[in-house]
Nanobody
């Protein structure tokens, strides 16, 4: 089992920045794909960004490219999401996710481990 603990959410005005953190613990061996998804009220959970923890390759949703940066600290087993130039439409619950095995995908259904989520609210 892998446990994920998010932190760093909050409220910010449009144009501001936040950094989310997600620490993985437990049986993290063979967990090579970690990422962030978000879900706004009444909407589906969507990809924000993912990272392959061994290859450092990344994938972003078009809506956050050039504004958000995902990174991974191998020594701390922690994935980060730096969010800059935040917009009201970024308001959502943000979930950290992890997937076993080598391949990294963008499908919600492929991720077997989830954190409880951290709320991000951006006001105009």
């Amino acid at each position: 089992q892998v446990q994920l603990a998010e932190s760093g959410g909050g409220s910010v005005q449009a144009g501001g920045s936040l950094r989310l953190s997600c620490k993985a613990s437990g049986y993290t061996y063979n967990t090579y794909c970690m990422g962030w998804f978000r879900q706004a009220p009444g909407k589906e959970r969507d990809l924000v960004a993912i990272i392959h923890t061994a290859l450092a390759s990344t994938n972003y949703a078009d809506s956050v490219k050039d504004r958000f940066t995902i990174s991974y600290d191998n020594n701390k087993n922690t994935v980060y999401l730096q969010m800059n130039s935040l917009k009201p439409e970024d308001t959502a619950m943000y979930y950290c996710a992890a997937k076993s095995r080598w391949a990294c995908t963008v499908q919600v259904a492929d991720f077997g481990y989830w954190g409880r989520g951290t709320q991000v609210t951006v006001s105009s």
